[in-house]
């Protein structure tokens, strides 16, 4: 006797329904192999061996093929690793290289999310660091790795100390992610500014432009194009020497500070360094002693930098703030003079922000009509990278374009994006019940103390009024400081024996602390007068381009 199911006595029944199984499962098959491989597919040049501009690398770029692979559940269902939106991302920059430079003991926590968000805006970017390493398939290269050991003295130490732990496994961070003593990391990074300009120019000779910046520094890439394009209009970036960033004064010495970011062109790296010195390491090793004996006695190596700059190359870094600029959105002061320049770079920028700088630049960039920009002239060669797009000789269309139709990212749109909903808005009752003009936040800085600061110190200075040693004294006499006696103030902060007051706008943030309320009120408060705030940011707001009065 045949005991058989009834599905497959109907199978029997029908070859028809056989043949249709058969041809499913074959389809499903080849579904599942297609689906496995190569969902999402990007090349990116391998810059870190041979970048375009490399000598003996022709115009041919060696590519890296990056291939995704995306988890195919049993049902044939992409479960995770998918874009969610496919990201606006503005046109590829390859004329212009850009340095990274980080510590070992914060590289893992800074560097991935700016390589994941602008950094492939700029095709040719370099990490530095004090340690040979990896993330993912870029390569970290060690910028203490030619400094002279003599020159530099036993701070080269903690340098040794790093190796050691490396090649140890002895710890260089802990299951937490904490790493090592960051006091210690941070005297290694003067020695790296001139070595990493030396070795970035080495790397890549023919590049029209050098962006110099820190792994907590954030770029607002689709900015980048146009500024350059027109940048490179008014000096030849291979005949008029650029330095150009956040100027900083340090005994007397003017230099570009570092987390801002200082953009340096062909002309006056070649002032520093003679295009026919290039290889010549005799000259080179000359070149980086004199700066390393420099940077040992030195505070920063940005310092030592504009003064190698000032020094050898004869040229001056240029103050260009507020497109160079050292806070991220929360810390910066927004005012008249920043309110509609365009940004160009954020600094001390925390991991978390960094994505949502992003994320607000893929908004602005949708929201003004600028993602799909391009230049005159610009084609799909200049977008793969295939063809070299040189600021130094650029297509005549693109030399003639109006750039004031293109609508840069401002300080404005930050300002309306991360903050206008976020402020306090209501003015609050007085502790004796009588009206307020300020809404107040608890346990937070503000940072007004950053304009004007009344302190213990400062009230002992001659011609000190009144309400200015008054403020000092508690909350609410600093609160009547700013409302009554300072016409221009928009914001205050008060905390034990500090009155700060100020006529920009700053949101700042949370002071960290577990404790009570009253624990939370020595930490400081925080006021804004909310009418004066809506008044001075209308008034701002009215001169910025394209916004009627
Ligand atoms: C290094 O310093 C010495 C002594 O001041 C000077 O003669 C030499 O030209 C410098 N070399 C470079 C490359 O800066
Ligand atoms: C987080 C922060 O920036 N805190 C600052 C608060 O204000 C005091 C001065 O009043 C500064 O010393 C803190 O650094």
Redesign the pocket.
């Known amino acids: 006797m045949m005991l058989a199911s009834p599905a497959s006595n109907s199978l029997r029944r029908s070859p028809l329904l056989v043949c249709i199984l058969v041809v499913l499962c074959i389809q499903s098959y080849y579904l599942f192999k297609y689906n496995s491989q190569a969902t999402t597919r990007y090349v990116r040049e391998d810059y870190s061996s041979k970048g375009p501009y490399a000598p003996g690398a022709g115009t041919k770029v060696e590519t890296v093929i990056v291939t995704r692979t995306a988890l195919v559940g049993p049902t044939g269902t992409n479960a995770v690793l998918q874009h969610i939106n496919v990201p606006v991302r503005s046109a590829p920059i390859h004329d212009i290289v850009l340095a990274i430079k980080t510590g070992a003991t914060v590289i893992h926590a800074r560097v991935p999310i700016q390589l994941l968000t602008f950094v492939p805006n700029f095709p040719n970017t370099l990490v530095y660091s004090d340690l040979k390493s990896k993330i993912g398939d870029y390569k970290v290269a060690d910028a203490l790795a030619r400094v002279s050991a003599d020159e530099a003295g036993s701070t080269l130490k903690y340098w040794r100390k790093l190796q050691d732990v490396q090649a140890q496994n002895d710890g260089l961070s802990d299951s937490e992610g904490k790493m090592g003593d960051l006091k210690e990391g941070w005297a290694l990074d003067k020695f790296k500014n001139v070595p990493i300009l030396i070795e970035t120019y080495q790397k890549f000779p023919d590049a029209s432009y050098y962006l110099f910046i820190d792994g907590d520094t954030s770029l607002i890439a689709s900015n980048w194009l146009p500024y350059l394009i027109d940048l490179s209009r008014k000096h030849d970036p291979v005949k008029s020497p650029i330095y150009w960033g956040s100027m900083a004064l340090l005994n007397n010495v003017p230099f570009g500070h570092g987390g801002s970011g200082y953009l340096i062109n062909q002309a006056a790296l070649r002032k520093l360094i003679p295009q026919d010195k290039l290889y010549d390491e005799t000259f080179l090793l000359d070149l980086e002693r004199n700066y390393t004996k420099l940077a040992s006695s030195s505070c920063c190596g940005d310092l030592v930098l504009g003064q190698a700059m000032t020094d050898r190359a004869g040229v001056t870094v240029k103050h260009k703030w507020p497109w160079y600029q050292g806070e991220t959105w929360w810390?910066i002061p927004y005012h008249e003079s920043n309110f509609c320049s365009a940004i160009g770079t954020l600094h001390h920028v925390l991991p978390e922000d960094m994505q949502e700088i992003w994320d607000f630049e893929q908004h602005m960039l949708k929201k003004n009509g600028m993602d799909k920009w391009r230049p005159d002239g610009w084609t799909d060669e200049y977008e793969g990278g295939f063809k070299q797009w040189k600021f130094s000789d650029m297509p005549r269309e693109a030399r003639s374009q109006d750039l004031k139709q293109y609508k840069n990212i401002l300080f404005r749109d930050m300002f309306d994006y991360f903050i206008a909903k976020k402020l306090p808005q209501e003015a609050e009752k007085d502790e004796d019940g009588t009206m307020t003009q300020s809404a107040r936040r608890v346990g937070w800085?503000n940072?007004s103390?950053k304009e004007t600061?009344w302190?213990k110190d400062k009230i002992k200075k001659e011609g000190t009024l009144d309400w200015q040693k008054d403020s000092i004294l508690n909350e609410k006499n600093c609160r009547i400081a700013c409302e009554t006696y300072q016409k221009n103030c928009i914001q205050w902060?008060y905390?034990d024996g500090?009155c700060?007051l100020s006529p920009k706008l700053n949101y700042?943030?949370r002071?960290?602390n577990d404790g009570t309320y009253d624990e939370w009120k020595k930490?400081?408060i925080s006021g804004w007068i909310p009418d004066r705030v809506e008044k001075k940011i209308g008034e701002w707001r009215s001169k910025c381009p394209g916004t009627v009065a």
């Open positions: 810390s800085d940072r103390w600061e302190n902060y905390r500090i700060g700042g943030r002071l960290r930490l400081g």
